[in-house]
């Protein structure tokens, strides 16, 4: 029963450490290895902060759910938006790099997009929850 009322955080956890695991097999690969090797942050550190992010805002939503589902919505754009801000900088040596970091900011949106599509999700799951 206990972890019923963590459903949502178990389940952004396991979906990045998927996708974690598979962006790090495609970095096996020899043409992409390569690449890898001049990262400003590693994978781990990406990783570890989408989903450490992801769960925060899903626990904060679920807080907010239970008090004002009304406002739950409010709350999710604001916790993006404060995301988007800590991402951005992240991404600003990265930026910075200029050309030579390409595949480096592809990959950072594409984890990026990544993670607001699973909150996303797991958000309307919530909020579709009936009472």
Do not use: W
Not at 65 to 76: A, E, L, R, W
Request: net charge positive; with cysteine.
């Amino acid at each position: 029963m206990a972890l019923n009322q963590y459903r949502l955080q178990i389940t952004a956890l396991l979906f990045g450490i998927v996708f974690y695991a598979v962006n790090r097999l495609i970095f096996l690969l020899p043409d992409f290895s390569i690449k890898y090797t001049a990262y400003h942050h590693s994978l781990e550190v990406l990783y570890l902060f989408f989903i450490t992010c992801a769960v925060i805002l899903i626990t904060v939503l679920l807080k907010v759910y239970k008090h004002s589902m009304d406002n739950t919505g409010y709350v999710f754009i604001g916790a993006t938006l404060v995301q988007m801000g800590l991402c951005y900088l992240m991404l600003k040596p990265i930026l910075e790099a200029g050309e030579g970091g390409r595949f480096e900011k592809m990959n950072f949106f594409f984890i990026f997009i990544l993670f607001l599509t699973i909150e996303t999700v797991l958000t309307i799951r919530l909020l579709n929850k009936k009472q």
